[in-house]
């Protein structure tokens, strides 16, 4: 599963903040400028992070 996030630097924190496992610090994709991050949920679950400006615009209206 992957979720758009507005700062995934931002977003690693806090999931390591509140118990979290970060995989992948965020960071651009090889070869390119999108920045993505990798986290576990407490199953093992890999999730990808990917920021987007905005990401949370437009949920809830």
């Not at 390119?32 to 990917?50: C, H, M, Q, R, S």
């Amino acid at each position: 599963i992957a979720l758009s996030v507005d700062n995934a630097a931002e977003a690693c924190e806090r999931i390591r903040q509140n118990g979290g496992n970060v995989t992948r610090e965020a960071g651009p994709v090889k070869g390119g400028t999108t920045v993505i991050a990798f986290v576990e949920d407490p199953d093992g679950y890999k999730i990808e992070l990917i920021e987007e400006k905005d990401a949370g615009r437009g949920l809830g209206d």
